[in-house]
């Protein structure tokens, strides 16, 4: 059974950082692409970022970059996403998602990835 369970989320000032965790279970770890995405209130879910570790490639949404870092610990299963200076506009829940095999031309888009986390809320606000 695969599994991504996501740790890490809570409140924060803006400007401040947060590291997110997302372990995984029940697939090979090498031969699936990971990706972060988040939806907040009245929004569409949106890609955040995503990992091939096969490619060795990781990709950011603009709106990230500069900021967040996606990593993965292989010996853990479990992939990071180091979120720094972060702003009012990034508080939403925040998840992880998997798909077999390497990213595809759009490499976050939430519909391409099969297996979801529940989520973990993120609230940026002084």
């Known amino acids: 059974e695969v599994r991504l369970v996501e740790s890490g989320g809570g409140l924060v000032q803006p400007g401040g950082s947060l590291r997110l965790s997302c372990t995984t279970s029940g697939f090979s770890y090498d031969t699936f692409a990971i990706g972060w995405f988040r939806q907040a209130p009245g929004k569409e879910r949106e890609g955040v970022s995503a990992?091939?570790?096969?490619?060795?490639?990781?990709v950011y949404v603009d709106s990230v970059k500069g900021r967040f870092t996606m990593s993965s610990d292989s010996n853990k299963n479990t992939v990071y996403l180091q979120m720094n200076n972060l702003k009012p506009e990034d508080t939403a829940v925040y998840y992880c998602a998997s798909h077999w095999g390497k990213l595809f031309d759009d490499p976050i888009l939430p519909g391409a990835y099969d297996y979801w986390g529940q989520g973990t809320q993120v609230t940026v606000s002084s």
């Open positions: 990992i091939s570790i096969s490619e060795r490639r990781t």
